[in-house]
């Protein structure tokens, strides 16, 4: 009887005390003390985890605070941004894709930072590079700060050219479309060498569009320029690379995110002669077993406008008061010259301000023509052009554009299937900035 | 003279408790039914925060235009109607039942088949159902990534094997037409080790004694088959095909990885096509309501499912 009343009591007691328990860790609060600097930054690999540590010490010696950093992997970053927004528990400076800040700022999500940028005399934004203080405003407004920004190049494997006798491209004049194609055709010996490799995406289209003098977006009208003559002439060229030339090597995958990882996979090999992509690739091109270098991106019709990306600091709308300029001074110090040398000198990607230090050490010698071209002083480059909804942009043109690549559809059918659906992103794009102005 | 033996009959009456005996009871009783409830409630809890709550949630959500950031604005059934002519939502839900009703099936009959290969008493069997069981217990993302590498059009390892027998393989997940029959045999080779586990339960619960008793009357083993196993393994068959139909038509994580809903959209199925709806497009609302159309399908079906069970099942002989 005791110990039948006993075990009762114990279970009895195990229940009482795994509900108490449930109950106080779900009040309890596992937030940071207040007063600390708090940030949010995308981190996929120990490299990256580095640098954004060494950027938290960095923060408390500027600001004699603690720091705070919430890392997560890059495709997961949006999401989690979008939740910890919409649950009051972002940070007070969260990090954004350049290619998003028109989304987040057009839904409100991040606050405009021209008031604070006007009443801080310390704070030089002409430090910028022109094509991040672009990325990084909308209708007209600053909504965040950058602290990288960089054209796209071309990456090209100097032992593959020389072995086949071609001389390696120059460094400050960049080759036409004509001269670029005859060299892919000549350097591809399908399945075992191929001349060029890209993906399928619009991400790296955009480069040759913006090159033939068109665009996916437009600013005054409520239809996408993307059937008009230049793109057109873009993307028949890119996809005959593809199709017709059989200049690049054959594509195995469609899934978006592993798209320009294959496109870099294919370099890596060693029989892909060029390859275009950012900086931001330097690191890993690095682990390549033959020479290579950089070069502009080929020259259109309209010049060497090639896609120009960057990534940038903003403000939470949600951010007030005390924690408003505690905000501020930490976005500051995040994107000051000495943040940025920090992440100059990890190889990660070139940094947004002038002031900062050159990027990395080489390879790749060249490597300088990457601020030359963000300076205007060798080729050139175009801010990357999005939408409020890119994302929707990004999964139509995804959905469709690949069966232009493998052959399955004419360059011309693929695209008129899509503008319908692309004017109507168009439209509803200008609603949300008539309404956000 | 004797003393007369007190039997049961004759034994004092029964009575029910009273006074302090009850009451004993009673509180014996309460407090266990109290000591119940407080077992009950963390999982009761569960369900309602993140069951019967998110489900709830999702049916106010559907009439709602919500990015997320905005307030969110009353709009009535207006989610609801924007499904009909959204092609990419019929399209989705299309493949997600293409999807449910080649792989399901084929679940099954590899899993019934294994499940009776184990069942004959083979050396050695719980390594082989061990080993069996490995797909079924592998993270599916790293099992879809594994299978993306085997299905490479050009160096693939299935391809190659094809190659040997002189077949020119298909670009399988870059293929319209081949796609979607990957992502199934993918699925099928993931998930035949439940139902296994299962029907081999199932089986060895079946009592040997029919078995017999078929042999004696002479019965051949499709017959034996037919008359004993099958009707006495339908509970098992029963259970399968209802989580396995629930299981596929939430299919997501493989057709992400594998082709990220492509070429086109001949792999996108209904719960990718919600994700990016609400979470890449902003569109919470109509995430919402194409959850609840999700939800009433897999009702209905289920529904019709027990509706079935009572012709097609089987506790006894």
Redesign the interface.
């Known amino acids: 009887m005791s110990s039948s009343f006993s075990r009762r009591a114990l279970l009895k007691g195990a229940a009482l005390g795994g509900l108490a328990t449930t109950g106080a860790l779900s009040g309890c609060s596992s937030g940071p003390p207040p007063g600390t600097a708090t940030w949010s930054m995308w981190s996929s690999s120990p490299e990256e985890q580095r640098v954004w540590t060494d950027f938290g010490h960095y923060v408390e010696r500027r600001m004699h605070i603690r720091s705070a950093s919430t890392l997560t992997p890059s495709d997961g970053y949006p999401t989690k941004l979008d939740l910890r927004l919409v649950s009051g528990t972002a940070s007070m400076v969260t990090a954004l894709n350049g290619w998003l800040i028109p989304t987040y700022a057009s839904r409100g999500a991040h606050r405009p930072l021209d008031d604070l940028i006007a009443a801080d005399p310390d704070f030089d934004l002409d430090d910028f590079y022109p094509a991040i203080r672009s990325i990084s405003s909308f209708a007209g407004r600053t909504y965040a700060i950058g602290f990288d920004v960089a054209p796209t190049v071309l990456y090209y494997n100097k032992t593959l050219l020389e072995r086949n006798g071609v001389d390696p491209p120059s460094p400050t004049e960049p080759m036409s479309w004509d001269t670029f194609r005859q060299l892919a055709i000549e350097l591809s010996k399908p399945k075992d060498q191929y001349g060029f490799t890209c993906s399928p995406t619009i991400d790296d289209l955009v480069s040759w569009i913006y090159c033939a003098g068109g665009n996916v977006v437009d600013g005054d009208r409520d239809t996408s320029p993307l059937d008009a003559p230049e793109a057109m002439q873009a993307i028949h060229y890119v996809v005959d690379l593809f199709t017709k030339d059989r200049a690049t090597p054959p594509i195995d995958n469609l899934v978006t995110q592993n798209a320009s990882g294959a496109a870099l996979a294919n370099f890596l090999q060693g029989n892909v002669a060029f390859m275009q992509n950012g900086p931001w690739q330097v690191l890993n091109v690095r682990k390549a077993s033959f020479e290579w270098d950089i070069v502009p991106f080929p020259a259109g019709p309209a010049g060497s406008k090639p896609r120009v990306s960057g990534s940038s600091f903003a403000i939470p709308s949600g951010v007030k008061g005390d924690d408003l300029d505690l905000a501020w001074r930490l976005l500051k110090t995040l994107t000051s010259t000495g943040a940025l040398d920090i992440y100059a000198r990890a190889g990660r990607n070139n940094p947004a301000r002038l002031s900062a230090a050159s990027a990395f050490e080489p390879p790749p010698a060249n490597l300088g023509i990457v601020q030359r071209i963000l300076k205007g002083e060798v080729a050139g480059g175009h801010p990357f052009d999005v939408t409020t909804n890119w994302n929707r942009v990004r999964l139509l043109l995804a959905q469709d554009l690949p069966r232009a690549f493998l052959g399955q559809k004419s360059a011309g059918d693929a695209i008129d299937g899509v503008m319908p659906r692309l004017n109507a992103l168009m439209r509803q794009h200008r609603d949300a900035v008539r309404q956000a102005t | 003279m004797a003393a007369p033996t007190r039997t049961a009959a004759t034994a004092a009456p029964r009575r029910t408790p009273r006074g302090p005996l009850r009451g004993r009871r009673s509180r014996r009783h309460g407090?266990?039914t109290?000591?119940a409830w407080?077992?009950l409630?963390?999982s009761l809890?569960g369900f309602l925060v993140f069951t019967a709550g998110p489900v709830i949630a999702a049916g106010v959500i559907s009439l709602l235009d919500w990015?997320?950031?905005?307030p969110p604005r009353f709009i009535g059934l207006d989610n609801f109607a924007r499904l009909g002519p959204d092609d990419t939502f019929w399209s989705a839900l299309g493949n997600t039942a293409y999807f449910t009703f080649v792989s399901v099936p084929l679940t099954l009959l590899v899993s019934l088949g294994l499940a009776l290969l184990l069942n004959q008493g083979l050396r050695r069997m719980a390594v082989f159902r061990s080993l069996l069981l490995l797909p079924y217990a592998t993270i599916t993302v790293a099992v879809a990534f594994v299978w993306?590498w085997l299905y490479?059009?050009?160096d693939g390892l299935i391809n190659a094997v094809l190659g040997g027998f002189g077949i020119d393989g298909p670009?399988w997940?870059?293929s319209?037409d081949w796609a979607m029959p990957a992502l199934i045999v993918m699925s099928v080779w993931k998930s035949f080790g439940f139902g296994m586990v299962i029907f081999l339960a199932g089986l060895q619960a079946i009592p040997q004694q029919l078995y017999e008793a078929a042999k004696v009357d002479g019965a051949s083993p499709w017959r034996t088959f037919r008359e004993v196993t099958l009707p006495l393994l339908s509970p098992s068959v029963f259970f399968t095909v209802v989580t396995s139909i629930i299981g596929s038509f939430q299919v997501f994580d493989q057709a992400?990885?594998?082709?990220?809903?492509?070429?086109?959209?001949s792999t996108t199925t209904l719960v990718m096509y919600i994700y990016?709806t609400g979470?890449?497009?902003?569109e919470q609302g109509y995430a919402a309501a194409q959850s609840m159309v999700l939800f009433a399908f897999i009702v209905v079906i289920t529904a019709a499912q027990f509706l079935f069970q009572r012709r097609l099942v089987h506790y006894d002989l």
């Open positions: 407090s266990e109290l000591a407080l077992f409630l963390p809890a990015n997320l950031f905005s993306v490479i059009p050009h670009a997940l870059i319209d992400l990885v594998m082709t990220d809903g492509g070429p086109g959209t990016r979470f890449e497009n902003y």
